[in-house]
């Protein structure tokens, strides 16, 4: 008999599936090759008492993932709200920002951007000031301190499937705790139940919330590939690029050195900033052709 689930912690080719009922089984995919992500709905067929197989993954509304040349990478599935979580110190990465922010509006999700441990009074400006090109385009960001205000994130987790995303040394885990108090139990019984042997955060693992939420920590990112996305969804992934497209001169216009293109006008005149402009240039090398 098919069960239906959720996919609640993914490590590898194990996972983690929570059925109808509440209960959890621990499951691998059919085959060789596999594309499930923690927050795929699943149907699953018990292959013992203690263990199933996934038979098929159900349509998803989005998936985040990253990719460079060689390979992909699943963060979640049917996500609705990304947060990126950066940090007074240590120092993050502002082109790696830009990247999630991409691969979010790629996949039309919301995005929040957390600026973690505020309470360190004197690396708070610079910090915040790294952000305002972010703020001027729209983008939330809420500031907060992990140990002592986290309750200030609550009221947007509300009604959203989100996903925590950062670099390591951000505070994510912190966050974590703080919000959801026995998740450290929980990922040693997940980690038990994935016999993974870990209980740092290697594999992404889903919260159940008050106000009809849910939370999926992912492991710490160093890099974010976006291989996958063309030039034209590099371009819309870019929302202050939105209102100069379609106004080049060449209409496979590359926003390089062509002459006559209302991007590289646009950044001149700083209505573009140089930065995110420069983070597109690095994309658009990278990205799958047309």
Same mark, same amino acid.
């Given at each position: +008999?098919?069960? =239906? $689930?959720?996919?609640?912690?993914?490590?590898? @080719?194990?996972?983690?599936? !929570?059925?109808? /009922?509440?209960?959890?089984?621990?499951?691998?995919?059919?085959?060789?090759?596999? /594309?499930?992500?923690? $927050?795929?709905?699943? %149907?699953?067929?018990?292959?013992?008492?203690?263990?199933?197989?996934?038979?098929?993954? +159900?349509?998803?509304?989005?998936?985040?993932?990253? %990719?460079?040349?060689?390979?992909?990478?699943?963060?979640?599935?049917?996500?609705?709200?990304? &947060?990126?979580?950066?940090?007074? =110190?240590?120092?993050?990465?502002? =082109?790696?920002?830009?990247?999630?922010?991409?691969?979010? !509006?790629?996949?039309? &999700?919301?995005?929040?951007?957390?600026?973690?441990?505020?309470?360190?009074? /004197?690396?708070?400006?610079?910090?915040?000031?790294?952000?305002?090109?972010?703020?001027?385009?729209?983008?939330?960001?809420?500031? #907060?301190?992990? @140990?002592?205000?986290?309750?200030?994130?609550?009221?947007? #987790?509300?009604?959203?499937?989100?996903?925590?995303?950062?670099?390591?040394? +951000?505070?994510?885990?912190?966050?974590?705790?703080?919000?959801?108090? #026995?998740?450290?139990?929980?990922?040693?019984? &997940?980690?038990?139940?994935?016999?993974? $042997?870990?209980?740092?955060?290697?594999?992404?693992?889903?919260?159940?919330? /008050?106000?009809?939420?849910?939370?999926?920590?992912?492991?710490?990112?160093?890099?974010?590939?976006?291989?996958?996305?063309?030039? %034209? =969804?590099?371009?819309?992934?870019?929302? !202050?690029?939105?209102?100069?497209?379609?106004?080049?001169?060449?209409?496979?216009?590359?926003?390089?050195?062509?002459? $006559?293109?209302?991007?590289?006008?646009?950044?001149?005149?700083?209505?573009?900033?140089?930065?995110?402009?420069?983070?597109?240039?690095?994309?658009?090398?990278?990205? @799958?052709?047309?």
């Amino acid at each position: +008999m098919k069960l =239906e $689930g959720t996919v609640i912690a993914a490590h590898g @080719r194990h996972y983690l599936v !929570e059925l109808g /009922d509440g209960q959890t089984l621990p499951c691998f995919p059919r085959g060789k090759k596999s /594309d499930v992500a923690c $927050g795929d709905r699943v %149907s699953v067929l018990r292959s013992s008492e203690s263990q199933g197989v996934i038979d098929a993954v +159900m349509p998803r509304q989005t998936l985040l993932y990253r %990719s460079n040349e060689f390979r992909q990478k699943l963060i979640a599935a049917n996500v609705t709200q990304i &947060i990126i979580v950066v940090a007074t =110190e240590p120092s993050y990465s502002e =082109e790696l920002v830009t990247r999630c922010l991409v691969a979010a !509006e790629s996949q039309d &999700i919301s995005a929040l951007i957390v600026l973690n441990k505020c309470d360190l009074a /004197d690396r708070l400006a610079p910090a915040d000031n790294a952000l305002k090109a972010l703020a001027r385009l729209g983008y939330p960001i809420l500031h #907060l301190s992990a @140990r002592c205000s986290v309750e200030d994130l609550r009221p947007h #987790l509300a009604g959203h499937t989100s996903v925590l995303v950062g670099q390591s040394g +951000m505070g994510k885990s912190t966050l974590v705790n703080a919000l959801i108090p #026995l998740a450290n139990a929980r990922t040693r019984e &997940i980690s038990e139940a994935l016999d993974s $042997g870990k209980h740092t955060t290697t594999h992404a693992t889903l919260y159940r919330l /008050d106000n009809n939420a849910a939370l999926i920590d992912s492991p710490g990112l160093q890099e974010f590939g976006l291989h996958h996305l063309s030039l %034209s =969804e590099l371009e819309h992934g870019f929302r !202050e690029f939105r209102p100069f497209l379609g106004q080049c001169r060449f209409r496979n216009c590359r926003h390089d050195r062509e002459p $006559g293109c209302a991007i590289l006008e646009a950044v001149d005149a700083e209505q573009i900033d140089k930065n995110r402009f420069a983070t597109f240039r690095a994309l658009s090398r990278e990205s @799958r052709p047309l």
